[in-house]
């Protein structure tokens, strides 16, 4: 079922409604009681529209009406965005010295009649909403005061019994699992805790099921239970669940209180070793977690607990042992299930004809069960190639659409979400299968399109986006996720990008050429497989005019399609986000400074463009502008200075020194990459006091750093690579002598958590001091590689905070920091007078790295208990 998520959208309009900016200019325009009304109107509608948003799966017309209402919400948040407009406007002509020349870059035609025409704008946006509120009688909804993180609840309970020979390629996991369960710790205080983690449908269960009937477990341990805890974690609830899996009490268990039933579960438990299963664990609360496990201590030495969940964060927040985290099945065990399900014994032999389509279809499964299981009884005693053909040709999100155990089963994780995370998942499927996620731009995406809103003042956007990120992160919503040099890296299921598909099909469409139906509604467009697009080509370009992202990447659009880029500009007058990566443009439209609501462009790696049109830096609400890649770009824009809100930026020029660049004050993110000409960055880099990543790399003539990098009091992360000419000891214009480098230290106001310097840089043979002097105290971080002659860290003595340390290809290093009481990680790798130095036991340097719990030296893990050596 597509979801409307007009409670999110009203909720963002609201919040634009309480912007200050608007407070200011509404009185001077004129249309302060229109948005008073608006306002007012709004707020009655959103009382109920998450009432609205549960009911609407069964009425047609409660659907239609939250159809128009997201509608009118949109163009009532573009009319809105105007003001912001006129009010960043304002700001810039205010700022700038140059006042005449800026008035006249960002001047209207005509100010009057601008206002006039957004006032009338206004009147109604207002009308529509007032005709929309006398609707929603109609529909008899409630106001429901649970706020944003009310959750659906669904009944579900699962039983311990289980055929063995049904559950196919979980042999080894079981194995493990029973040996772990089998080792009787030397803590006989607390209890362990054993999270088997994935998403649904992968079989969590089901392995949890073959562990607890097996002989062995069943005679190890004195008592079995078996618990299904769901969504509902009541502590009363669950002790007389454990009490009558205990086979305790008597019938009148359901009259007792909790004091009463504790007394009755201790003595159950009491001196017994057991095992617990707690399946299909949501519970994120600590507190009610500890409350129930402070009730299941009572038990024998080597008791277990066994919990399954969806959700990284519960595994973490209950295991004492690391959790397994369960991964689909290998192809070759899918395939065996597969054919379990799709023939009766041994008939898949009379039909290879079948067996070669089913193959293919079970590589669409990704090796989920349920979905194994449910296409191939989908499939049993059919035997027309036909049927077997329209099955494997069919999209996966409409066939767990009309499947709705699969459905059900993926969409019960995506219904326990917050409304603002389910947006956010929902977006994602305007990106392919398997793309390569990374935490900064999907944080700037999600920010672009206002889906990440501080709940106080003064909150950090990106930090807010990071918590969006790993609260998905930990339910287990993206996967194969890495921690790289500068951000997190990470991919979606195939099948959770179905569940996004299907969930956000009226908002979000991802079409090729030869389609040209898209859902009414569709506000964001992805173009996929197309080869040279024109404008004729594309009728779908006269349909809407409200997209608020069109996504064209892969693409060969160059001069020839100057015709569809000036369409699309001319057309999309409302984007928040425009990408055109990896095309072959030369040249940019002037008509893009047009965009006045585009908050993200990307043209990275487009290889042929050779100019940007100054009129981009009109774009004043711009966050984002990726320019990496584009390696024939001959210059940036000289008013680059003007894009004020601008966070993030990516730059790869042909330019000797960078220009403009100390007037983005709300940048978050600058990285500078293959400048190959470029031999200083800029003057004033001082002013970006909320710079917090900062990237040099493939800048192969850059000298020296800016002397003002030393003030960047908000800069996290500092990265630095293949700068062969770079000296870190140089400051811009002059090396470094004596009586300067204390000039130099004094007030530096640098506090990394994470620095990475990357090779080759020949001048490079002791880490600077001014790096260190208060990074010393706050480095999480260190990475060295391909640094051929850097001697020494011992001048980098006292690292009280380092926590990963990680040297590669460092030929002449010899020495380590001194003192880093909170490393947890060492790498090190052809290294050799280093690795010599610490080698376990004999090496100089073993006894100040002995406490590290994780050691690899050239490739091989230090065993723990060589770890722990004094």
């Known amino acids: 079922m597509a979801e409307s998520f007009a409670f999110n959208i009203a909720e963002n309009v609201l919040s634009k409604l309480a912007n200050i900016a608007y407070q200011e200019i509404r009185l001077a325009w004129g249309v302060q009681s229109d948005l008073a009304k608006l306002k007012t109107t709004l707020t009655t509608i959103k009382a109920v529209l998450l009432d609205a948003e549960e009911k609407q799966a069964h009425d047609n017309q409660l659907r239609v009406w939250l159809q128009e209402l997201r509608d009118a919400c ?41 206002r006039f025409k957004l006032a009338h704008k206004i009147k109604k946006v207002t009308e529509r909403f007032v005709e929309i509120a006398a609707l929603k009688k109609d529909f008899h909804l409630i106001e429901r005061h649970d706020g944003p993180g009310h959750v659906v609840r669904l009944d579900r309970e699962t039983h311990s019994f289980v055929q063995a020979s049904e559950v196919i390629g979980r042999d080894e996991e079981k194995e493990r699992i029973i040996k772990m369960l089998m080792q009787d710790p030397a803590d006989e205080e607390d209890i362990s805790v054993l999270p088997i983690v994935g998403i649904g449908g992968l079989g969590k269960t089901a392995l949890a099921k073959l562990v607890f009937n097996d002989g062995r477990v069943d005679g190890h341990f004195g008592l079995t239970m078996w618990v299904c805890v769901s969504d509902d974690f009541d502590l009363k609830r669950l002790v007389l669940k454990i009490i009558k899996a205990g086979k305790e009490g008597d019938g009148d268990l359901g009259n007792m209180d909790l004091e009463q039933l504790q007394r009755v579960l201790r003595h159950c438990l009491n001196g017994k070793k057991y095992l617990l299963i707690l399946d299909d664990v949501w519970n994120e609360d600590n507190r009610k977690w500890q409350e129930l496990k402070q009730l299941l201590v009572g038990g024998a030495n080597g008791s277990k607990i066994v919990v399954t969940t969806r959700s990284n964060q519960v595994g973490k927040m209950v295991g004492t042992i690391p959790p397994h985290n369960l991964e689909g099945l290998p192809y070759d065990q899918s395939l065996s299930l597969f054919l379990k399900f799709a023939f009766k014994g041994g008939e898949e032999k009379r039909h290879p004809n079948l067996v070669k389509i089913g193959e293919e279809i079970v590589r669409k499964c990704k090796g989920v069960p349920l979905v194994v299981k449910t296409l191939g009884s989908l499939l049993f005693s059919k035997f027309s190639e036909g049927e077997w053909n329209r099955l494997k040709d069919s999209e996966m999100w409409e066939l767990m659409e009309k499947e709705n155990e699969i459905f059900s089963v993926l969409k019960l994780s995506y219904d326990q979400l917050p409304p603002h995370l389910k947006q956010c998942f929902a977006y994602c499927s305007l990106f392919p299968k398997d793309y390569g996620f990374d935490e900064v731009d999907t944080v700037q995406f999600w920010m672009a399109h206002g889906l990440i809103r501080p709940s106080k003042k003064n909150e950090d956007l990106e930090d807010i986006g990071r918590q969006y990120l790993n609260d998905l992160l930990s339910r287990c919503f993206f996967q194969d996720y890495e921690y790289g040099l500068d951000f997190i890296a990470f991919k979606m299921h195939d099948l959770l990008h179905d569940l996004a598909l299907s969930v956000a099909k009226n908002e979000c469409c991802t079409i090729n050429p030869s389609e040209q139906n898209i859902a009414q509604g569709v506000r964001h467009l992805c173009l996929t497989n197309c080869d040279s697009p024109e404008e004729g080509d594309f009728k779908l370009l006269n349909k809407v005019r ?47 400074g047009d965009l006045k609501h585009l908050r993200y462009l990307d043209l990275t790696n487009n290889h042929s463009i050779k100019k940007l049109p100054n009129s981009i830096c009109k774009l004043q609400n711009l966050q984002t502008l990726y320019l990496d890649g584009c390696d024939k770009l001959e210059e940036l824009p000289r008013d680059m200075g003007y894009l004020t809100s601008l966070r993030a930026l990516t730059i790869t020029t042909k330019q000797k020194l960078l220009r403009g660049l100390e007037c983005l004050k709300s940048l978050r993110y600058l990285f500078i990459q293959d400048c190959k000409n470029l031999e200083y960055l800029f003057e004033g880099i001082e002013n970006l006091t909320s710079l917090q990543l900062l990237g040099i790399s493939g800048c192969r003539n850059l000298i020296s750093l800016p002397y003002g990098l030393k003030y960047l009091t908000a800069l996290h992360t500092l990265v630095i690579g293949d700068c062969v000419k770079l000296d870190l000891n140089m400051t811009l214009g002059f090396k470094e002598k004596e009586d300067d480098n204390q000039d130099y230290l004094v007030g530096s106001s640098l506090c990394l958590l994470k620095l990475v310097i990357l090779g080759p840089l020949p001048k490079l043979e002791a880490l600077p001091q001014w790096l260190l002097q208060r990074s010393a105290n706050t480095l999480k971080c260190l990475f060295i590689a391909e640094c051929e002659n850097l001697t020494t860290l011992s001048e980098w003595h006292n690292l009280t905070s380092l926590e990963k340390l990680e040297i590669m290809d460092c030929p002449k290093l010899s020495t380590l920091p001194e003192k880093m009481q909170r490393l947890k990680h060492l790498t090190i790798e052809e290294c050799p007078v280093l690795s010599e130095r610490c080698e376990p036991e004999g090496g100089e340097d073993w006894p100040n790295i002995a406490h590290v719990s994780r050691i690899y030296l050239d490739g091989d893990e230090v065993s723990s208990k060589q770890s722990s050596a004094p």
Not at 76 to 92: H, N, P, S
Not at 553 to 578: M, W, Y
Request: aromatic share 12%; hydrophobic share 35%; glycine share 2%.
């Open 546 to 592: 409200h997209w608020r992202s069109f996504r064209c990447t892969d693409t060969n659009i160059g001069p020839s399609n100057k015709s569809f880029i000036e369409a699309c500009l001319k057309r999309f007058q409302h984007l928040r986000v425009l990408d055109f990566k990896r095309s072959n443009l030369e040249v940019l439209p002037k008509r893009i």
């Open 74 to 114: 949109y163009d009532a948040d573009d009319v809105l965005d105007e003001f912001e407009i006129e009010a960043l406007r304002k700001q810039v002509v205010k700022q700038r010295s140059i006042r005449k020349k800026v008035s006249h870059f960002f001047s209207s035609s005509n100010p009057l009649a601008f």
